[in-house]
């Protein structure tokens, strides 16, 4: 069940949210609670700390939502915002979002889009608090368990497990940030990271939104992996979300004129899976290997700016599901023979 606070100094719309969201109350998808303002949404929190997400206009008598947005990012980082507003203009859109909010909406309120926010939102919630026990059972894992184990998890028998591998069918996309590296040799350290953050904060979003996990960062670009039935149409539904999210976002830098736009290759087929590595520095990267992974690598490459690039075997698989633009022949390094790639419109 999520379990959601709403603040809002209009009493409408708790009536509204009671009535649109009545089915989803009665099947104890979602709990409600309501709060008038920011002061007094802090007070509802101390009451219900098991909330997972804010919906909170900007507007209100008493802590306004920026403020409140603020305080939450600070004290409760597992808890994440979405604005509700009708002041949806670009300025007040930066400021939640640099202050930690999730999403913003717009008033009035579309609720079937408040719907599926509301569930992506409690997708990235649920993985944020499975990151979290993970590392809280790793530690308590060092505190209290037999030390015959721990001794076995720094035997070579340990070390021989973590380097098995397997052939897997999935989905790789490299998603790269068009021209970054020109900004990074004018603009200064932070604002260079802040920014990227902020790119990367949205693409695993939409990423994770479609059971994808990221693999790797790698400097200004993200490689991402889909496994699983409909891992192409996963993959493609992901990248198109993740352009168009990035396009949407405002400028985050005072005097900034950068508006990024992305390149992507997506290819599809079998890969080798395991942890390449050295397991004597014991340092080693869970990752995928192979012809899929270095040919979609190949295909971002060419990949013009907005541009999201298939092979004509991937275009097969998704022709009827997509709609999709033939490009032309190309020469991948290392393809003996010239490669006909499309660009995935919608």
Do not use: W
């Not at 979602?30 to 008038?36: G, H, K, P, R």
């Not at 695993?204 to 990221?214: N, P």
Request: proline fraction near 2%.
């Amino acid at each position: 069940m999520a379990k959601i606070l709403v603040v809002d100094d209009e009493t409408d719309l708790e009536v509204l949210i009671k009535q649109k969201f009545r089915r989803q109350i009665r099947e104890q998808k979602y709990e409600f609670t309501f709060a008038s303002d920011g002061n007094d949404a802090l007070k509802k929190l101390e009451e219900h700390p098991d909330t997972e997400i804010v919906l909170s206009d900007i507007n209100m008598p008493g802590m306004d939502g920026l403020t409140l947005i603020g305080k939450l990012t600070e004290d409760n980082p597992l808890i994440k915002s979405i604005i509700v507003s009708a002041y949806g203009d670009m300025e007040n859109i930066r400021t939640a979002m640099n202050r930690g909010a999730y999403d913003f909406l717009c008033k009035p309120v579309n609720f079937e889009d408040l719907d599926v926010t509301i569930q992506k939102t409690m997708r990235y919630v649920n993985q944020l608090r499975e990151t979290v026990e993970a590392i809280r059972e790793n530690n308590i894992l060092k505190m209290y368990v037999d030390k015959n184990v721990l001794n076995f998890m720094n035997s070579r028998e340990f070390e021989s497990s973590l380097l098995l591998s397997e052939n897997i069918e999935g989905t790789v996309a490299f998603i790269d940030i068009c021209n970054f590296t020109a900004i990074t040799e004018k603009e200064p350290a932070d604002v260079v990271v802040k920014l990227l953050n902020r790119y990367f904060d949205v693409m695993v979003k939409e990423i994770i939104a479609q059971d994808g996990y990221i693999d790797k960062f790698m400097g200004d670009a993200i490689m991402a992996i889909f496994r699983g039935k409909f891992h192409l149409d996963r993959a493609i539904d992901a990248c198109l979300a993740v352009r168009k999210q990035i396009e949407k976002l405002p400028q985050l830098a005072e005097g900034l004129s950068f508006l990024p736009k992305l390149s992507i290759g997506i290819n599809c087929g079998e890969m080798i899976s395991g942890n390449i590595g050295s397991a004597n520095l014991r340092r080693l990267d869970y990752t995928v290997i192979g012809d899929t992974v270095n040919t979609a690598q190949r295909l971002q490459s060419v990949a013009k700016q907005g541009q999201v690039v298939i092979s004509e075997d991937s275009y097969q698989k998704v022709k009827d599901s997509f709609h999709c633009e033939k490009i032309s022949e190309v020469s991948l390094k290392h393809k003996a023979q010239p490669v006909m790639i499309y660009e995935v419109v919608d």
